[in-house]
C-alpha cells in the first residue's frame, strides 16, 4: 500500500512539472568575447512534437564595434550556424533583420550596431517521446570589427523539455523575440520595376499612396554583392507614381531579377518610423525594343547628310556666324577672286577637320561606353562657359570695342585685310562649333546611323555634313555669277557688321542661360563675372596699346592677368551641378520622362507625346515656342487626353540617350506621339522642325 502511494506520489510529481508548472528551460551560457556577447535563446519554454518554435543567436555588441548582415558589402562577414540536433529535426536558414550602412572610407559595409538577433525555426519531428528534453546546439561563426577585424566563434547549447502542450512563451525573452521581428523585412506590397544602364539601375517603387513629407530616407540593400556600388550615393525621389531611387552599378554584368531590402525611413506622427520590404525585382522592358532600325543604303545617308548640312545653314545657331563669312566674301569678291576661292578652302578645311574631331571624339567615347550624341559637349557646364565668353568677345570685336590680334575667326578689319588662310580656318572651326546645339532636317537620321556604323562610315557621314554646312559658301566663291549678285561693298559694310554683334551678345546670353540650368546661381555669378573681367582686358588691351613700351606691356600684362581669371572662373560651374528644372514652359506642364513612367502610360492605353530636349538645343526651343506652346496645340493635347513628357538632355544623361538611340537618333530634338493602346503599336516620329499643324494633324488623326 505504502509502496502503490509513493509510486503515485511520484507520478503525480512528474506530470505536474511537465505540464502544469512553470518550466524553468535549461539556460545555455553565454559566449562572451571581448568586443560580443552571444546567448542562444528560446521563444519558447517547451516544445511539442510537430510544432515549429524560434529560437535567436542574440548579439549584443560593445559601442564602436559591429557584426555583418548577409550581404556584408565592401568587406566583412556574416555570421553562419551549424546546427546539431538529433534525427527529424529540421532547421531553417537565418532570417537576417534588415542592416544599416556602415562607412568606412573609401568602403561601404551593411551590417549591425548595438544588438542584434539572427532568428532561426525549428521544426521537431511528430514523434517525439514525452515527456523528454531537447539539447539544441549550435556552433557559430562571426566577424566583429571596428577599424580591426576579429573572427570569433563559439558553441552554444540550449535545452529544452518536451512536452504534449503547445508551446509556452517564454516572457524573458518575448520582448526580444518581438524587436527582431519588427526589424524583419516584410513582402513588398507594391511592384518594383528596375531599369539597368550601362554604369546606373534605377528602381522604381510603384507607390503612389507615398506622401513626399513623410519619406526621410530611402536605402537599397542587395542581396547580392556587385549589383550596386556600395559606398555611391543613393539618391531617391518621390513623385506621383512613387518612388524613384537612382544607384550606381556594381561589378556584376548580369543583373536580372535584382533581389534586396528596401528600407524606408518616414517621420509618422512626429516619430521616426522605419519599414522594410524584400523586393524581387525584373528589369523592366525598354523602349528600346520598338526602336526602328535603319535599313538606308549608304549613299542615302551620305546623301542626307549632306542635305542635312546644306540646311543647317539656315539654323539660328549658326546663321549669325555664317552672314559674317558672307560679308567676308563681299569685301573679298571685289578685289581677288582667286583669294576669295582658296579662303573659300580654307574654310571648308577648317569646317571638315573640326567635323573629323568631333566624330573621333564622340566614337571613341562611345567605344568607353560613354551615353553621348551629337552636341554632348554644351553638356559640360565649363564648355558652355567658355562657350559663352567667345562668343561675347566676338560681340565686342564686332561693336569695335577691340579687334582681333589673332587669326581666330576670320572676321575684323584686320582679318579682312590679310591674305593669311589660318583665320579662315578657324572661321569653319568656329561655324563647325556653333552649329552643335542645332539639328536640321535629314541630318538626325544620318547621325544616328553613323554612330551604329564601322569607324570609316561613321566619318565620311560626319564630312558630308561638314561638306553640307560649307557648300553653301563654296558655291559662291567658285561662281562668279553669284558673286555678282552680291550686294557690292560700302559703308554699309560697318554697320552691318557691327550690327552682327548683337546676334552674338544674345548668343552669349543664351548660353548664360543654359549654364545657369545646368548649374545654378553659383555658376551664373561666375560666368557674368567673367564676362566682365573679359571686357575689361579688352578695354585695357585697347587702351594701352599705343602707349610708349612700358605703359603697353603693363598694360598686356593687367589684360592677360584679368583674362587668365576669367578663364578660371569656368572652374567653378563644374563644382556646383544641380538638377535641371523641368517644366520650364509656362503653357505645357511636362512631366519628367522615366522610362518606367513611359512603359506604365503606355500599360494604361494612355495616349503619349515624347518631347526629347535640351536648354542649349536652339532648335528645340524654337519649336516648343512655335508649335508646342501655342494654345491651339495644347488644346488639342487636352482634347485627346495625351500625357505630356519631356526627357531634359540638358545635362549628361545615359538613360535619356539611351533612348534617342532606340529612335536610331544621337541629338535632340525628337518628338515621338504614342497612340492610346497598350499593345505597344509602333510610336509616330515627327519631324525635327516644327509646326503647329504638324503637331495638331498628327494628334487628330491619332
Known sequence: MLHQLLTWIIALALTLSTTLLPIAPASANPVQTENVEVQLISEVINIQPGTPFWVGLHFNINPGWHTYWRNPGDSGLGATLKWTLPPGFEVGDIVWPYPQRLPLEPLMNFGYEEEVTLLSQITPPANLATP??????????????????????????????????????????????????????????????????????????????????????????????????????????????????????????????????????????????????????????????????????????LLLALLGGIILNLMPCVFPVLSLKALNIVQKSQKSPKQVRRHAIAFTAGILVSFSVVASVLLILRSLGQQIGWGFQLQSPVFVTLMAYLMFAVGLSLSGVFIFGASIMGIGQRLTTRSGYIGEFFTGVFATVVATPCTAPFMATALGVALTQSVPIAIAIFEMLGLGLALPYLAISFTP??????????????????????????????????????????????????????????????????????????????????????????????????????????????????????????????????????????????????????????????????????????????????????????????????????????????????????????????
Open 481 to 702: 555669277g553669284l558673286q555678282r549678285i552680291l550686294p557690292k561693298p560700302g559703308a554699309w559694310m560697318e554697320t552691318f557688321q557691327q550690327l552682327l554683334a548683337f546676334p552674338m551678345y544674345a548668343a552669349t546670353a543664351w548660353l548664360i542661360w543654359v549654364l545657369a540650368q545646368q548649374t545654378g546661381t553659383n555658376g551664373l555669378a561666375a560666368a557674368l563675372t567673367g564676362l566682365i573681367l573679359i571686357a575689361f582686358a579688352t578695354w585695357l588691351h585697347q587702351k594701352t596699346r599705343l602707349l610708349p613700351p612700358l605703359g603697353k606691356h603693363l598694360g598686356s600684362i593687367c589684360a592677360l592677368v584679368a583674362l587668365g581669371f576669367s578663364l578660371s572662373l569656368a572652374q567653378i560651374s563644374t563644382t556646383t551641378p544641380t538638377a535641371v528644372t523641368h517644366n520650364q514652359n509656362q503653357g505645357i506642364k511636362w512631366q519628367a520622362y522615366t522610362a518606367q513612367r513611359l512603359v506604365k502610360l503606355r500599360q494604361s492605353g494612355s495616349p503619349v507625346f515624347l518631347n526629347f530636349s535640351a536648354s542649349w538645343c536652339i532648335t528645340c526651343l524654337v519649336n516648343e515656342r512655335v508649335a508646342l506652346n501655342q494654345p491651339e496645340t495644347i488644346a488639342a493635347f487636352e482634347s485627346k487626353k495625351i500625357a505630356l513628357l519631356k526627357a531634359d538632355w540638358t545635362n549628361r544623361d545615359p538613360a535619356i540617350t539611351k533612348a534617342l538611340e532606340s529612335f536610331g537618333r544621337s541629338g535632340v530634338p525628337l518628338y515621338v506621339l504614342y497612340p492610346a493602346d497598350s499593345e505597344f503599336t509602333p510610336p509616330i516620329i515627327l519631324p525635327q522642325i516644327l509646326s503647329p499643324d504638324q503637331v495638331q494633324r498628327a494628334i487628330k488623326n491619332l
Open 132 to 301: 523528454d528534453s531537447l539539447q539544441l546546439r549550435v556552433k557559430a561563426d562571426w566577424l566583429v570589427c571596428e577599424v580591426n577585424c576579429i573572427p570569433e566563434e563559439g558553441t552554444l547549447n540550449l535545452t529544452l523539455p518536451i512536452t504534449s502542450r503547445p508551446p509556452l512563451v517564454n516572457q524573458r525573452w518575448a520582448n526580444l523575440f518581438e524587436q527582431a521581428r519588427q526589424a524583419l523585412p516584410k513582402p513588398s506590397p507594391w511592384q518594383v520595376t528596375v531599369t539597368i544602364e550601362p554604369k546606373d539601375l534605377t528602381l522604381q517603387v510603384e507607390a503612389p499612396e507615398m506622401e513626399e513629407a513623410q519619406i526621410q530616407e530611402v536605402t537599397f540593400f542587395p542581396h547580392q554583392d556587385g549589383i550596386i556600388s556600395n559606398p555611391a550615393p543613393q539618391n531617391a525621389e518621390l513623385n506621383q507614381d512613387g518612388i524613384t531611387l537612382r544607384l550606381q552599378r556594381g561589378y556584376l554584368r548580369k543583373l536580372d531579377p535584382i533581389t534586396g531590402v528596401l528600407v524606408i525611413r518616414e517621420s509618422l506622427d512626429n516619430q521616426s518610423v522605419v519599414q522594410a520590404f524584400t523586393i524581387e525585382a525584373a528589369v523592366s522592358n525598354e523602349i528600346g525594343k520598338t526602336a526602328p532600325t535603319p535599313t538606308q543604303p549608304r549613299w542615302q545617308l
